[in-house]
């Protein structure tokens, strides 16, 4: 055989850095693999030039056999990094994107080698739970939650947990057992936020499913009234724009926790209810209807609040234009103040006048400003009545008497 020549390079690599042992790892040739391990000569961590060795080759590729006889070698290196700072491990989980037959098994066996470091971050500093909660493999993260070493709580280079991760890929199947699994885990502290002082719950009501979204809201550890940068609280960010399909029933999710802030203000002084009139294109007149109607549902909504610019949620619908709708709903809807007035002093139809609104906004305007002032000038006068009626009467030896002109 060649390898009994004593002159061959048994680890000549080719034009990519591969050497012989790299591509037996690589194709899962276990039988080529196991005569290239019994030659002494043979360098087990020779990687290619992305810094690759055999060992994360074969785990990257579900080769489970040519796995095992890596780590039979003393000499091996289990927690070996790429160029990318992946180990053979981080390897197998982020490559399972790609269908792999025997993942689960190279992830059990190297972590069943005390060598390994199931925490171990890659130059994102992404640990192999970061790339599991990614991938939305709930099998896997399980595994790693039995690890006796394993940090839930990783941060990434973006502050990211594994939890976020989860969530922030929840509309991909398994993500549901993915998060049921950590929050089984009483170790995993499921309010730290990422870099954009995000929580697991903001990233959710964005990006995930409602049942998700539920299974957060549900447990009473997380936090709903959580701030962001901007302090928006997760209700907030559920009013602003989104792909999300579920978005009404998210936020209806939100508005039945009885704990939920329905009237919080961000940085600028605006409630969920106004971010959503103000946030949400007038091209997507349906989806704010249905917004606003949810929130006026909610009892406990304020729809009066003004922001730090003493605008209000009557004062987006204006703004907004269009046909109108989801002004004539806050018109309609009890204790609103028809009557407010903006930092100007201006009422909502000199505002309307200002902004250029539609003239169907103003007709709406019009008339509800009009049937306001015929009731309040009715008032009037019936206030006027009652007081000459108290005008027309004096006291006679302490009873009253009505006084004839």
Request: proline residues 5%.
């Amino acid at each position: 055989m060649l390898l009994g020549v004593m002159e061959i390079d048994v680890n000549l690599r080719d034009f990519s850095g591969w050497t012989p042992l790299c591509h037996a790892a690589m194709l899962g040739k276990e039988r080529v693999a196991q005569i290239l391990l019994e030659d002494e000569r043979v360098q087990v961590n020779l990687g290619n030039k992305y810094s690759e060795t055999p060992l994360t080759m074969a785990a990257s590729r579900g080769h489970g056999e040519v796995v095992k006889l890596l780590l039979k070698r003393p000499d091996i290196e289990v927690n070996s990094q790429d160029q990318a700072g992946r180990t053979p491990l981080s390897s197998a989980i982020a490559r399972e994107q790609i269908p792999v037959v025997n993942y689960e098994e190279v992830v059990r066996l190297l972590l069943e080698d005390k060598r390994t470091d199931a925490n171990l971050p890659d130059t994102a500093l992404k640990t192999p739970l970061h790339h599991a909660c990614e991938n939305s493999k709930a099998r896997i993260v399980k595994f790693l939650l039995a690890h006796p070493s394993i940090n839930p709580n990783a941060q990434d280079s973006a502050l990211s947990t594994p939890l976020s991760l989860a969530v922030r890929m929840g509309h991909y199947a398994g993500a549901e057992s993915t998060v049921d699994a950590l929050l089984s885990d009483s170790r995993v502290l499921v309010n730290l936020k990422n870099q954009d002082e995000l929580t697991s719950l903001h990233l959710a009501v964005e990006y995930a499913k409602i049942p998700v979204v539920r299974r957060l809201i549900s447990d009473p550890r997380v936090d709903v009234n959580s701030r962001n940068l901007t302090l928006q609280t997760p209700l907030h960010t559920a009013a602003t724009p989104t792909l999300n399909f579920d978005q009404d029933e998210i936020i209806e999710t939100l508005l039945a926790r009885p704990d939920v802030d329905v009237n919080a203000r961000d940085q600028s002084g605006m409630t969920p209810l106004s971010t959503a009139l103000r946030a949400i294109s007038p091209a997507w007149p349906i989806q704010v209807e249905s917004l606003v109607e949810i929130f006026l549902k909610c009892q406990r909504v304020d729809a009066n609040l003004l922001d730090n610019q003493g605008k209000g949620p009557l004062h987006f619908a204006v703004e907004r234009g269009g046909d109108g709708k989801a002004l004539e709903m806050l018109l309609k809807h009890e204790g609103i103040n028809v009557g407010v007035k903006d930092l100007e002093r201006r009422n909502l139809l000199e505002f309307a006048e200002a902004e250029e609104s539609s003239v169907t906004v103003k007709q709406i305007l019009r008339e509800c400003l009009g049937r306001e002032a015929s009731r309040d000038e009715g008032r009037r006068g019936k206030g006027g009545e009652e007081e000459g009626e108290e005008e027309g009467e004096e006291e006679v030896n302490g009873e009253p008497r009505e006084v004839v002109g």
